[in-house]
């Protein structure tokens, strides 16, 4: 089971930090993607990073605003968002894909993550 958590209100321009943490089991050892849904509209992709941490991808609506990051550590994935935009406003949610293999990928597609996290709601306002 993943937790997404550190939504909030927000002013445009702030930043904010989402964790993603998983219960009974060791997100260290999955790719993750963080994902967000707007009011009416589809699931889209926001970040994704491998297993090790050492490959992401950001989408182009958020590229050098948002920076996904993880500590094996301490088990967790978060997501660094600066200069939020009240187009940001989503739940956002993190997401974890079974792993099979040594590869490095990162995962972009909704499809192919296996475990899905409840959502954390984060609104900007203007």
């Known amino acids: 089971q993943l937790q997404a958590c550190g939504g909030g209100l927000m002013q445009a321009g702030d930043s904010l930090r989402l964790s993603c943490t998983a219960s009974?089991?060791?997100?260290?050892?999955?790719?993750v993607g963080w994902f967000r849904q707007a009011p009416g509209d589809e699931r889209v992709f926001v970040a994704a990073?491998?297993?090790?941490?050492?490959?992401?991808f950001h989408a182009d609506s958020v590229n050098g605003r948002f920076t996904i990051s993880r500590d094996n550590v301490k088990n967790a994935v978060y997501l660094q968002m600066n200069s939020l935009k009240p187009e940001d406003t989503a739940v956002y949610y993190c997401?974890?894909?079974?792993?099979?293999?040594?590869?490095?990928?990162?995962?972009?597609?909704?499809?192919?993550?296996?475990?899905w996290g409840q959502g954390t709601l984060v609104t900007v306002s203007s």
């Open positions: 009974g089991r060791a997100i260290s050892i999955y790719p």
């Open positions: 990073i491998n297993w090790i941490g050492d490959n992401t």
């Open positions: 997401a974890a894909k079974r792993r099979f293999s040594n590869d490095r990928y990162y995962y972009t597609d909704s499809s192919d993550y296996d475990y």
